[in-house]
């Protein structure tokens, strides 16, 4: 009997050391919502989501050889910081983006191209499907964000050399408006072959978030502001971990990039 009651005084002893002060409080209506960051481009004087039913940034209706035509284009970034891109898509007709048999031919275009002008306005003999001369080599771009040279005139580059080519832009932080100026300068040697010819592209800018500094798609080539040029997004390999160039597109540069080996 005693030694029962030694064991239930015991087991009472030990259920009260588990007695320990204790507070509880309660957070209600906690929420988790995804941010946002979006781009806009102005026109007139608001800025705008650009679709189909506004006009076309660039429109260079008369370019001449030796001529400077210059455009500029403000955008702002709304709502997070980012890193800003551009891009240009020259084929978007599926013929490269040049389509010379519809805008007609001029009669020193069709002379010059071993054709024979006639009394009635007419160009024979012209094999137009041979016209194969492209503005856009011909046609040297420069570009400036905020005064500052991305791309330069002396650098020779041409609009088909920066085609489907990511060129950063910068990093903004939020409502910065950002002044991007582009020129475009029809080469000295383009003689009459290119008269009345006409090309179109399209121009995308795009933003990604603060910490992706990578282009939108690696898919398509990347500006390469230390050679001049466009290159792919491929090269993370020994030569390519030093030269202070985000070679395969994540964002990441020489050592800060775990993929890279030297």
Request: one cysteine or more.
């Amino acid at each position: 009997k005693s030694v029962m009651m030694i064991g239930v005084v015991a087991a009472v002893a030990l259920g009260v050391t588990g007695a320990y002060f204790s507070d509880t409080e309660t957070s209600e209506g906690n929420v988790i919502q995804a941010g946002s960051l979006d781009l806009k481009v102005k026109q007139g004087d608001v800025y705008v989501d650009l679709d189909p039913t506004h006009p076309a940034l660039i429109e260079l209706t008369d370019m001449k050889p030796s001529m400077p035509f210059e455009r500029e284009i403000l955008l702002q970034v709304l709502d997070n910081p980012g890193y800003l891109w551009k891009h240009i898509i020259i084929d978007v007709d599926g013929n490269g983006g040049c389509d010379c048999e519809t805008n007609g031919v001029t009669e020193p275009e069709c002379t010059e191209q071993g054709g024979t002008w006639t009394a009635d306005g007419e160009c024979e003999g012209l094999n137009l499907e041979s016209d194969n001369n492209n503005l856009f080599h011909d046609t040297d771009f420069d570009l400036y964000v905020d005064d500052k040279a991305i791309v330069e005139l002396e650098d020779g580059i041409s609009v088909e050399d920066i085609a489907s080519c990511w060129i950063p832009l910068g990093h903004y932080n939020k409502l910065d408006e950002v002044k991007v100026k582009q020129s475009f300068h029809l080469r000295s040697d383009v003689t009459n072959w290119a008269q009345s010819d006409k090309c179109t592209f399209s121009e995308v800018f795009a933003v990604s978030q603060e910490n992706n500094p990578g282009p939108p798609s690696t898919l398509d080539r990347i500006w390469d502001p230390n050679n001049l040029k466009c290159v792919d997004c491929t090269n993370n390999e020994a030569g390519f971990c030093d030269d202070g160039f985000d070679n395969d597109c994540d964002g990441l540069v020489d050592t800060n990039d775990p993929d890279c080996f030297s």
